[in-house]
Structure formats: structure tokens, C-alpha cells
């Protein structure tokens, strides 16, 4: 029964409970750095009812919808933004924590799932002009993720199938969820830690709330199950408080290696708060903690953060099994994107425990969530932007414990072709160059040159997310049947070993005389070298002057 410390300990802050707390954002950093918590769960907005709720942080990105519920309604919370800013600068994490339903809405309400996307929305996708997010939160946590009160026969699929959307919505970004765990569903009736069997548990929670562990583990990042346990009614013995949260521990972690995610993230919330008939002491918060990491557990939360400040003795426990210092690593990375190519440079990421050249990197260029490569030393990524225009990517660091931390940002791809001159004369014919530019991650991948004289849009629908953005056409079909010929030299072909490459259009006299005055537009796709999609250039026009 051996046990060491962890290097994943968070707790959890509730400025909505406890008033402005603006003033104590220092002092939640330096509890933290002083007790070996590594992240920081915030609750920043918390459903009231449906399509409604109240956001319990300052409004920074500016644009928060007033319909969608009052901020800061009674001068409580906290500075989400100051708070990131002065954490991030001692490599502490800051997830912000969404109370989702109620007691009025449940998650058969679809208007108001729509809604909780846009609260969601608004917290990932508000950026600053040099493309860092004005919240850059390293994860989103889901509180009251199920139905609210303990029926029977709710559908699970309600709350997966949501958490599916929120995974389209955050993209790369970590997703925590808080698990209902019910003592009574673990050892009801009897509580002398003789548990039921994990299939009857699953079952019975998917049936009351909605919560399906091993389905939601399909979604999921990290499971924290709460294992609220304290001296009282239940149990008062200390081997019997650490046998529940061990065993709330063991069937996360069985439901996400069924789920086929075994490296999924435990973390049981563990109580540090009295109140319901039962006491917390040191031993109720010592034998969660060792109950937590025999289960196999990464880390532990307390919940909550405030009872910890009144009751200083209760930092003992959670400091003696938490690793010292701040242990995540925390990701930081610059883009430029002058044409379609995208370079990535994250190495000034670093790390409180280990030399940044240590660190491991993996790149998501498009945010989707699906990593485009693999663990890699730290270094610089290069990709392809889809299309010229906003993109959002996403880095995550690894270090040697294996603890990952995300972050995004919002860049400009530039354009990838040019026409030099961007005009022929219709009587004289002549030549054009056109000039395409996607950087070396292009090499190898093949590209196709594509005309109209009809326009724009709405464009051709060529691969899902792959608009290309011109009318196909009698132009079009001529190329796309001959991409090389004598009128267009290198119309088909790969891009060079900078992602490079350069055709040529040839014109004779008074071919383009029926279209004098219009826009020839120019645009070209590309695909890799097992011909999937990887770009669509934008439509650039050349004039074809009288």
C-alpha cells in the first residue's frame, strides 16, 4: 500500500460564496506556491434557470451578452483575466469552472444547452489583437453536468451527446467534469465499505443523473469524482473514508480504460468544507488523500478553497502529499503565418522542475482537438492554414512526470498566390505569372491552378471545411481537364522543397476580347501526398482590360 505524493493538487475557488475577492488574488497564488497546489478551479458562471445565469468574473473580453444573465450582480467574484495573468506568472493553472443546469433546467432542455455553448463560446474565443486569448484559461471544468435531483430513467445520452458539442466548441483545450458520487450508490444501506460492483454503480448514476462514466470518459480529460466524505451520519472511521474515495478512484479509472482512454485523468474532489450533519478534520482530509492516490488516482482537489484559509490546519494533509512547488509545465508559443504556411515556435514554454529543452511538444494546428503530430522535442511546428483568414492553433507541453498543459491562439494566415501583373489586355493576350507560397510543410503535396470568370460565390464545395471560393465554369472545366499545357505552364504540379512554386499563364491576342472588362479569378487547391485536402487559396482577380 505504498503511496507518494502527487504533483496534480488543485483547489477549487468559489468567489460567488465568498464575495469581491479581486484584492486576494495574490494570496491565492501564494497559498498555492506554498502548499504544492499545481491549478487553480475558478467558478466563473453558474446556471440559474433556463437560458440564463450569472457570470461571476469581470466582463474583460467586453462582450458579454446582457440577455444572457447579470455580471456580478452582487459585487462578488473575481478578476478572471488578473487572476490567469498572476498565476501563469508562477506556472500555476487556472481552470474556469461552468455550473451547467438546475433545479428548473435540466439537460433535456436543448434551448439551453444551445445557450451554456455560447456562455462556453465566450470564454474560449475572445482574443487580444496580438492573438492571445483575454481569458487563457488551461481548461474548462463542467459543474452540474447531469440532472438535477435524484430520479430514475434519464437518458445519458442527454449529457454526452452535449459533452460531444462542448468538445466541438473548445476545441484542443482540457475538458474536466465533476461526477456524482454517491455514497449511498457505493455502500448504501449498510456503509461498512463492502461496494457495489462497478457495473451496478455505472448503472445506477446513468439512470439517476445522467451521468454514464464510461461514456463520458469518451469526451472527457479529466474525471473528478466527488468523493465528499467527513466525519458524521456515514461514516466515522478513518480507514472507511479512505476506502469510499479509493473506491470512487478505481471505478473512474476502470470506466475511462473501458471507455478505451485509460490515460484519462482521475482527480477526486475531496471535502474540506463541514456542514450537513458531518465535521471535516485533518484525519477526514488525511484519509481522503491517501484513499485518492490508492485508487490510482493522478491527484486530489479540495473542495473548497476558502475553508482551507479559516481552517488553517487542513493545509497539513493536503500539503504532505502534495509534491512541492508548481508542477505543470506551462505552454507558451508564437505564430507567423506571412503566407499560407503556418510556423508554430512554443520555446519559450517552461517548466518549474525541468529545463525547457526537456519539455515534449505536439501541435494542433486547425484547434479540432486532433493533433496533427505527435510528441516531439520542443521545436518549431510548420503547417499549412486551410485558407487565408483567422485560424486558431493549439500547442500542448509535456514534461518528464507526464503532466500536459494547453494553450491556444488566434493568428492571420496570409495569402498564397499572387499574380504578377494582375491584368492582361484582351487585344494583345501576354503573360502572367502566378506565383504560389505555403511554406515547407508543403513539400510533397501536390497542387492544382483554378479559374473563373463566373465569380466567387457561393463557390465550390470541394471537401468538408474545403470551400473553394470560385464558380466553377467553362474556365474551370478547360484547366481542370488540361492543368498543363502551352496557355498554362506548371497548372499541376508539387510544390518545392520551401513549399513553393511558380506557373505561367500565356494568352494569344484577343482570346479574352468576349471578356474585356471582367475579373479572371485565380485560386488552387493542394493535397498531400496520400491526396487528402490540405488548402484552398483564396480567389485572386486579374483584369482583363480592354
Not at 445520452?157 to 462542448?166: I, R, Y
Request: glycine share 8%; proline share 7%.
Amino acid at each position: 500500500m505504498a503511496q507518494t505524493p502527487s504533483s496534480d493538487v488543485s483547489v477549487g475557488v468559489f468567489p460567488f460564496l465568498e464575495g469581491n475577492m479581486d484584492s486576494r488574488i495574490s494570496e491565492i497564488v501564494s497559498n498555492c506556491q506554498t502548499r504544492g497546489v499545481d491549478t487553480v478551479y475558478v467558478s466563473v458562471f453558474r446556471a440559474t434557470g433556463p437560458s440564463t445565469g450569472d457570470l461571476w468574473v469581470t466582463d474583460s473580453a467586453g462582450d458579454w451578452n446582457a440577455a444572457w444573465g447579470p455580471v456580478r450582480s452582487t459585487g462578488a467574484g473575481i478578476h478572471l483575466q488578473n487572476l490567469i495573468t498572476a498565476c501563469h506568472a508562477q506556472n500555476l493553472r487556472v481552470v474556469a469552472v461552468v455550473k451547467c443546469f438546475a433545479d428548473s433546467v435540466q439537460p433535456t432542455d436543448a434551448a439551453h444547452k444551445q445557450y451554456l455553448l455560447g456562455v462556453l463560446d465566450y470564454f474560449v474565443n475572445a482574443w487580444r489583437v496580438d492573438g492571445t486569448p483575454v481569458y487563457d484559461i488551461d481548461g474548462i471544468a463542467l459543474d452540474y453536468i447531469r440532472f438535477v435531483g435524484a430520479t430514475t430513467g434519464n437518458d445519458p445520452l442527454q449529457v454526452t451527446n452535449f459533452l460531444a458539442q462542448v468538445r466541438q466548441v473548445i476545441g484542443a483545450m482540457s475538458l474536466h467534469c465533476y461526477l456524482v458520487a454517491s455514497r449511498f450508490t457505493f455502500d448504501g444501506g449498510t456503509y461498512d465499505a463492502s461496494f457495489q460492483p462497478y457495473a451496478t454503480v455505472i448503472n445506477s448514476f446513468s439512470s439517476q443523473y445522467g451521468q454514464n462514466w464510461q461514456q463520458m470518459a469518451q469526451h472527457v480529460d479529466v474525471l473528478m469524482p466527488m468523493a465528499y466524505t467527513a466525519d458524521g451520519a456515514i461514516y466515522s472511521a478513518a480507514l472507511r473514508h479512505r476506502a469510499y474515495v479509493q473506491q470512487t478512484a478505481l471505478y473512474a479509472r476502470q470506466a475511462a480504460t473501458l471507455a478505451g482512454f485509460p490515460g484519462r485523468r482521475v482527480v477526486p474532489t475531496i471535502r474540506t468544507y463541514s456542514g450537513d450533519t458531518e465535521t471535516t478534520t485533518v484525519t477526514t482530509i488525511d484519509s481522503s488523500i491517501q484513499g485518492a492516490l490508492l485508487g490510482g488516482a493522478d491527484g486530489y482537489q479540495s473542495f473548497r478553497y476558502e475553508f482551507l484559509v479559516t481552517n488553517p490546519t487542513w493545509w497539513g494533509p493536503m500539503q504532505n502529499w502534495a509534491v512541492p512547488g508548481v508542477n505543470f509545465p506551462l505552454p507558451i508559443f508564437i505564430t507567423s503565418s506571412p503566407n499560407l504556411g503556418v510556423q508554430v515556435d512554443p520555446s519559450t514554454s517552461r517548466d518549474s522542475d525541468q529545463v525547457a529543452a526537456s519539455l515534449q511538444v505536439r501541435f494542433d494546428y486547425d484547434n479540432n482537438g486532433s493533433f496533427e503530430t505527435g510528441w516531439q522535442a520542443l521545436g518549431v511546428g510548420n503547417a499549412i492554414a486551410r485558407s487565408p483568414g483567422a485560424c486558431i492553433a493549439a500547442v500542448q507541453v509535456r514534461d518528464a512526470q507526464n503532466h500536459v498543459s494547453t494553450t491556444r491562439r488566434r493568428f492571420t494566415a496570409g495569402p498564397g498566390l499572387t499574380l504578377t501583373p494582375p491584368f492582361l489586355l484582351a487585344g494583345a493576350g501576354g503573360s502572367l505569372q502566378l506565383d504560389l507560397r505555403t511554406g515547407p510543410a508543403a513539400v510533397g503535396c501536390t497542387y492544382l491552378l483554378l479559374p473563373s470568370i463566373s465569380g466567387t460565390s457561393p463557390g465550390i464545395a470541394w471537401q468538408p471545411g474545403f470551400t473553394v471560393p470560385i464558380n466553377y465554369d467553362f474556365f474551370t472545366e478547360a484547366i481542370v481537364t488540361t492543368p498543363n499545357s502551352p496557355i498554362l505552364v506548371n497548372g499541376s504540379a508539387q510544390f518545392d522543397s520551401l513549399g513553393r512554386a511558380t506557373a505561367t499563364l500565356n494568352v494569344p491576342p484577343l482570346v479574352l476580347s468576349p471578356f474585356a472588362g471582367l475579373p479572371l479569378y485565380w485560386t488552387f487547391i493542394a493535397v498531400d501526398i496520400l491526396y487528402r485536402p490540405m488548402c484552398v487559396a483564396e480567389a485572386d482577380p486579374m483584369l482583363i482590360l480592354p
